[in-house]
C-alpha cells in the first residue's frame, strides 16, 4: 500500500513539473509577444549576444557539479560542501572575468552598450552559486513539486521583471536585470525548501571525485550549449545588432515545436530507456519507436510553422518584425532533421555512453563554426541556409553513435518513420490546398493561419488513424475512460443499471 502511495505521490509530482515546464513555454511565447514590441530588432541582437555568453559561463561555472550531487551513490555533507566550494570558486573566478573583461567583450562586438549588461551577468553568476547546489539537493531528494513551485515563482519574476523594465523605457538592459531577478528569486526560494545553511561552509575533502566526475559532465554540456549560442556569436563579430535580433527571433519561434516534445517526451524517456537496458532488452524497438512518436508530432507543426510563418510572426512579434518571416521558414525546414537529437542523452546514458556526447561536441562545434563564419559574409539567407546542413550532420553523427551500441539498420529506421511521414502528407495537405486556392502567396492574414492551425488538429487526428500509425492507440487509450465517463453520465437511471 505505502509503495502505491508513493507511486501516486511521484506521479503527482511529475504532473506538476510538466505543468510548470509547460506555463514556462508559456511565458516566452507572452514575454516575446509583449517586449517585440517595446524592442527594436537591434537591441534584441545586444539580448541575444549577452544570452549566448551567459549560458557558456553558467554551463563552465556549475562545472557538472550539479549532476556530482545527485548521482553521489553515499551523499555526505563533506561531498555536498565540497561541491558548493567548487562552484563558489567558479563563480567567483567567472564572476570577475565578465566583470573586468565586459569593456572588452563589447569592443570585440563593436557595441559599448553591451559593457553595463555583462557587468550585470557577472552578479547573476554570483548569485547563482547559491542556487546550483540547493536545487541539486532537491533533485536528488526528488522534491519534484518544489522544484515545479521554484521554477514558475523564478519564471514570475523573469517575466515580470522584463515586461516592466522594458515598458519603463529600460531596453536591452531589462533582459539582464530580469536575468538577475530570476536568479536571485530562485536563490530565495531554494534556501526556503532546503535552508541547509551548512553546504556554504567551504570543504575539499572530496575535490578530486568532484573535478573527475564534472570534468567529463561539463565538457558535454559546454560544447552543447556553445553549439547553440555560436550563431549568435558569429553573427555578433560580423553583422548589425538589428540582424542578430531579427535571426534570434526567428530561431526562437522556429524551435518552439521540438522544445515542446523535449519538454513532454524527454523526462518520460529518459527512466523509459534506463529501466530497459537494467532488464537487459533490446533497445532497438524502444529507439525506433520513440523516434516514430517524435517525428509524427514534430514534422507535422514545422510543416505547418513554415507555411504559417507570416501570421505567425504577425501575432508574436508584430510588424515591424516582418524580415524573419523567411529565415524562420528556413530553419523550420532544417530543424525538420533535428529528430533524434532530443534522445541523445536518455539513449547514451541507458547504453553507458554518456562521454560520447561530449565526442559528438568536439566534432559538431568546430564544423558549425567554420560553416557559420563561411557563410557570414554572403548575409542572413546564407546563414539561415548553412543550419539545412549542420543539424542533418549533427543528427547523422547521433544516429550514427547510437548505431553502434544499438543494433538496428537503416531501413528499418526509414520503416519506423514511414508512417509519421504519411501522417504529416495526409494532415498538411488541407493547409497546402487552401494556400493553393489563394495563388501559392504564404502572405497570410491572421485569421486565416489561426482557421488553418485549428483544421489540422482533426486533420492530424484523421491521419494518424488513417495510417495506422502507433500513437493512434495511445490516443484511444487517454481518451476513452473520458468517452466512456461522459457516455456513462448522459444515460437514463434506469438503464445504468442494465
Known amino acids: 500500500m505505502a509503495e502505491k502511495d508513493e507511486t501516486v505521490n511521484i506521479r503527482k509530482a511529475m504532473a506538476v513539473t510538466f505543468a510548470e515546464r509547460y506555463v514556462n513555454v508559456a511565458a516566452q511565447f507572452a514575454l516575446t509577444a509583449i517586449v517585440a514590441r517595446l524592442m527594436t530588432p537591434g537591441e534584441f541582437g545586444l539580448v541575444a549576444i549577452g544570452v549566448s555568453i551567459f549560458a557558456i559561463i553558467e554551463t563552465v561555472r556549475d562545472f557538472g557539479i550539479s549532476n556530482y550531487i545527485i ?25 570577475a572575468f565578465l566583470y573586468a573583461s565586459s569593456s572588452i567583450i563589447a569592443e570585440f562586438y563593436g557595441d559599448q552598450r553591451l559593457t553595463p549588461y555583462v557587468e550585470v551577468l557577472a552578479l547573476t553568476a554570483l548569485a547563482g552559486m547559491i542556487v546550483s547546489p540547493l536545487k541539486a539537493l532537491l533533485l ?56 541547509h545553511f551548512w553546504i556554504f561552509r567551504p570543504a575539499f575533502h572530496e575535490i578530486r571525485n568532484a573535478l573527475v566526475f564534472g570534468g567529463y559532465s561539463s ?27 531579427i535571426f534570434n527571433r526567428a530561431y526562437f519561434i522556429s524551435t518552439v515545436p521540438p522544445k515542446l516534445l523535449m519538454v513532454g517526451i524527454v523526462p518520460v524517456a529518459l527512466p523509459g530507456f534506463a529501466a530497459e537496458a537494467r532488464s537487459g532488452r533490446d533497445l532497438k524497438g524502444p529507439l525506433l519507436n520513440a523516434l516514430s512518436f517524435l517525428a509524427v508530432f514534430l514534422w507535422p507543426a514545422l510543416i505547418l510553422l513554415t507555411l504559417l510563418a507570416h501570421p505567425a510572426v504577425m501575432i508574436l512579434l508584430g510588424e515591424q518584425w516582418l524580415q524573419a518571416v523567411p529565415i524562420m521558414q528556413i530553419l523550420s525546414i532544417a530543424a525538420l532533421a533535428s529528430l533524434p537529437l532530443p534522445l541523445t542523452f536518455p539513449v547514451l546514458s541507458a547504453v553507458g555512453q554518456v562521454k560520447k556526447s561530449a565526442q559528438i561536441g568536439l566534432l559538431t562545434v568546430p564544423a558549425s563554426a567554420a560553416i557559420l563564419a563561411f557563410t557570414v559574409q554572403f548575409g542572413l539567407g546564407a546563414v539561415a541556409c548553412s543550419f539545412l546542413l549542420l543539424i542533418p550532420f549533427q543528427a547523422y553523427l547521433i544516429l550514427r553513435i547510437m548505431k ?23 494532415s498538411i495537405t488541407p493547409a497546402a490546398a487552401i494556400i493553393a486556392t489563394s495563388g501559392f502567396s504564404l502572405v497570410l492574414s491572421i485569421p486565416a493561419g489561426i482557421g488553418i492551425s485549428l483544421m489540422m488538429v482533426p486533420t492530424w487526428l484523421a491521419a494518424t488513424w488513417f495510417a495506422g500509425h502507433p500513437v493512434w492507440s495511445e490516443i484511444r487509450t487517454i481518451f476513452s475512460p473520458l468517452v466512456e465517463r461522459f457516455a456513462d453520465r448522459g444515460l437514463p437511471q434506469e438503464r445504468k443499471g442494465h
Open 71 to 95: 548521482q553521489h551513490r553515499d551523499l555526505t555533507r563533506d561531498a555536498a560542501r565540497t561541491g558548493f566550494s567548487v562552484i563558489a570558486a567558479l563563480s567567483c573566478i567567472l564572476a
Open 140 to 195: 536528488r531528494d526528488m522534491m519534484f513539486r518544489e522544484l515545479a513551485f521554484i521554477n514558475f515563482g523564478a519564471t514570475l519574476a523573469f517575466t515580470s521583471t522584463i515586461i516592466a523594465l522594458a515598458w519603463l523605457g529600460f531596453s536591452y538592459m531589462s533582459y539582464a536585470w530580469g536575468g538577475l531577478a530570476m536568479t536571485l528569486t530562485m536563490a530565495a526560494l531554494c534556501l526556503y525548501h532546503r535552508p
Open 219 to 245: 565538457l558535454s554540456d559546454t560544447l552543447s550549449r556553445l553549439n547553440e549560442a555560436l550563431p549568435f556569436l558569429v553573427l555578433g563579430r560580423f553583422m548589425p545588432m538589428t540582424l542578430i535580433g
Open 404 to 426: 553502434q551500441h544499438i543494433d538496428f539498420q537503416w531501413r528499418e529506421l526509414f520503416a519506423a518513420l514511414s508512417k509519421s511521414f504519411a501522417v504529416t502528407l495526409i
